[in-house]
């Protein structure tokens, strides 16, 4: 570019000064009246123009032809018809959906540029067929003779841009809870009760989905703690916590359930996002597990899955680890997709639209539009440890051994010390943590609880994470000897998770004493995938007694394939 020229001569075709494509892109941006929402191009500019007297009206609408955009008197009546068809609102057409199979085609590989493509085809079809008629080879030819240039070096800022959130009111057939509408603060017993309510309203038939997503926050937010005013209030809300766990797993067992976490979750009320995987993140979203007060969705930590052993310790016991998506969605494989916040709102609404696709199909089409709306989240900082988490790491989700003479304190207290003889900045940075009694005692207790959870079912990791937070807050771990103790206490002791969710805390420990010392921890709530007879043995392990289950493990499995 000419250093004497006012002239944008960078991009090939652009005559307008840097002023003018300022002052249109002000235009373009400009927030209209009501009385103006709807108003033709014409009465836009006039309007524009009293604000901004200098601006060259018709220099303008030669940019807006530029642009795409023009006034409805200077369509053709074959563009005008494009101009209806592109600004027909399909998210709320009856019977729109069932065209969606069309689109998310079982077996068919989720790319971006084909089911885009599939789209179009399918709403050319369903308009065709029951609005006006409309021939797509020759709307597709127009759409690609007529394609804007990309001669605006501002355009990267408002193209395809909505900021806000997504049209989340019209879709018939997902039950969409705002997180907005039921939280205000942290999160309550009470509101998350009203949450429950919710979740087993989109039980209804008439929901192929549940998607969950928060609008209107100005602080980045998407899950708040769990209220912590008092001890009681703190165990009230992690009771009605466990049961929104317990609904939104059961729900996600019969249609797909989507979280859309545009914000920060805070480490208490993780368990609520770690119910399904189909989660939708951006950069706003992230968590820091370590600064929890007690451990918190143990169950879903210690089943990482394919993640590097002991990749849940050193999260859980890093003094100042912050999960990002690149964490959720890479190592810990916890997500389903990334956008960009510019595009969130835009991207919400088309797997909202997928979400409407009749079942079977619902999931798989869910699914395909996560994969094409996702971006690259960015490198993850926990596959670049990954050879350090193996050393050192790994050792302390080993199993202790049953005689006790190694604890996880005694584990803890080798990593301090192998790290410490590294002389790394990294190590040492990462142990600042040993400085302090109290906090060594509480990643003592999470590598316990992880230790235990591994061996445990759900509804059984459910009550170790309810009880274990309430003999903290009580400050029992002060008075147990180790960490294994406090655990193993609580797993042959404490109440069944069925107890944990259906009473108060008075009949709990009233029944806590009538129990005998070597009962095992029930289960007596649904759990969606559990083995049918490991439930059947939680219940009454005394008629299994004459079963010899170590000889059975040693069996070989039947190959029915012969």
């Not at 989340?168 to 009470?190: C, P, R, W, Y």
């Not at 309430?470 to 180790?482: H, P, Q, V, Y």
């Not at 043995?537 to 008629?543: I, L």
């Amino acid at each position: 570019m000419d250093s004497n020229s006012s002239q944008i001569s960078q991009v090939q075709g652009c005559d307008f000064t840097t002023e003018e494509l300022q002052q249109f892109h002000r235009y373009y941006k400009y927030d209209w009246p009501e009385s103006l929402a709807n108003s033709s191009l014409v009465s836009k500019i006039d309007h524009f123009s009293t604000q901004e007297p200098s601006v060259d009206t018709e220099r303008l609408r030669r940019w807006l032809r530029t642009m795409g955009i023009q006034d409805e008197s200077e369509l053709t009546p074959e563009q005008q018809l494009y101009s209806r068809f592109e600004a027909f609102d399909f998210t709320t057409a009856p019977g729109f959906n069932e065209f969606l199979t069309k689109v998310y085609m079982p077996g068919t590989q989720a790319n971006k540029h084909d089911i885009e493509e599939r789209m179009e085809r399918a709403k050319a079809e369903y308009y065709n067929s029951r609005v006006e008629k409309i021939d797509y080879d020759r709307y597709s030819k127009h759409k690609e003779e007529t394609k804007p240039k990309p001669v605006c070096p501002y355009q990267h800022l408002w193209e395809k841009e909505k900021q806000g959130t997504a049209n989340n009111s019209q879709f018939e057939h997902v039950k969409i809870i705002d997180l907005a509408d039921h939280v205000d603060g942290k999160l309550t017993a009470e509101a998350l009760e009203n949450l429950n309510q919710a979740v087993e309203d989109a039980a209804d038939p008439q929901y192929y989905a549940l998607a969950i997503m928060r609008t209107q926050t100005d602080d980045a937010v998407f899950l708040p703690a769990l209220d912590n005013k008092t001890s009681e209030s703190s165990l009230a809300a992690l009771r009605a916590c466990l049961r929104l766990e317990i609904a939104l797993r059961r729900l996600n067992a019969d249609k797909p359930v989507i979280m859309f976490a545009n914000g920060a979750v805070d480490p208490t009320s993780l368990g609520i996002i770690h119910a399904t995987t189909e989660t939708v993140l951006s950069e706003n979203f992230c968590v820091e597990p370590s600064t929890a007060q007690f451990p918190t969705s143990i169950y879903s930590w210690a089943h990482l899955g394919n993640a590097t052993p002991g990749t849940a310790e050193y999260i859980l016991c890093h003094p100042a680890m912050t999960i990002r998506g690149s964490e959720w969605q890479g190592a810990l494989e916890l997500g389903r997709g990334f956008v960009g916040h510019r595009k969130f709102a835009d991207a919400a609404e088309r797997i909202l639209l997928a979400a409407s696709c009749p079942p079977p199909q619902t999931r798989n089409a869910l699914r395909q539009a996560c994969l094409v709306e996702s971006a690259y989240p960015g490198p993850c900082k926990i596959t670049v440890w990954k050879n350090e988490i193996t050393q050192y790491f790994a050792p302390l989700a080993q199993e202790t051994d049953k005689n006790g003479s190694v604890t996880s304190l005694d584990k803890l207290n080798k990593l301090v010390k192998d790290l410490g003889a590294l002389g790394k900045p990294w190590a040492e940075k990462y142990i600042a943590f040993a400085d302090s009694a109290d906090q060594m005692k509480k990643r003592a207790v999470w590598i316990a609880a992880l230790e235990a959870a591994r061996k445990l079912e759900y509804s059984q990791a459910l009550a170790l994470e309810y009880s274990l937070a309430k003999a903290i807050l009580a400050g029992e771990c002060e008075t147990a000897e180790t960490a294994q103790e406090l655990v193993g206490r609580i797993v042959s002791k404490g109440p069944s998770i069925a107890d944990i969710i259906s009473i108060n805390e008075a009949e709990m420990e009233s029944r806590n004493e009538n129990k005998a010392e070597t009962q095992p921890n029930a289960l007596q709530v649904e759990i969606p995938g559990e083995c049918p007879f490991a439930k059947m043995y939680r219940k009454n392990p005394q008629q299994f007694q004459h079963i010899d289950l170590k000889s059975i493990s040693n069996h070989k499995p039947l190959n029915l394939d012969k």
